[in-house]
Nanobody, 120 residues
Framework: QVQVVESGGGLVQPGGSLRLSCAASGSGFTIRDMGWYRQAVRKERELVAITTSNTENYADAVKGRFTLSRDNAKNTVSLEMTSLKPEDTAVYYC???????????????WGQGTQVTVSS
């Protein structure tokens, strides 16, 4: 099993900044993809940003405002969020894909979610 632990989030005014952090760990697994999804009230969960072994992808809604930082040695990923808008309000979930060592089997794991609220 892989554990995914998030930190950060909270309440911020429009135009402000927040940083989310996530750490993945699991014996016998190699972490491959890491990223963030979010789910607003009455909406589907959507991709925010994700990093694979050689690419980074951002949702159009956050390009230029959000930045991923990944430490492969520590299996951590952070999401720096700037110029926050009320529409960024959502529960943010850390997401990881882990490959079981010695196999080609990959599994998806999610964090418990952290609330981000952008409001004046």
């Amino acid at each position: 099993q892989v554990q995914v632990v998030e930190s950060g989030g909270g309440l911020v005014q429009p135009g402000g900044s927040l940083r989310l952090s996530c750490a993945a760990s699991g014996s016998g697994f190699t972490i491959r993809d890491m990223g963030w999804y979010r789910q607003a009230v009455r909406k589907e969960r959507e991709l925010v940003a994700i990093t694979t072994s050689n690419t980074e992808n951002y949702a159009d809604a956050v390009k230029g405002r959000f930045t991923l930082s990944r430490d492969n040695a520590k299996n951590t990923v952070s999401l720096e969020m700037t110029s926050l808008k009320p529409e960024d309000t959502a529960v943010y979930y850390c997401y990881t894909v882990a490959e079981k060592d010695g196999t080609f089997y990959r599994f998806q794991y999610w964090g418990q979610g952290t609330q981000v609220t952008v409001s004046s």
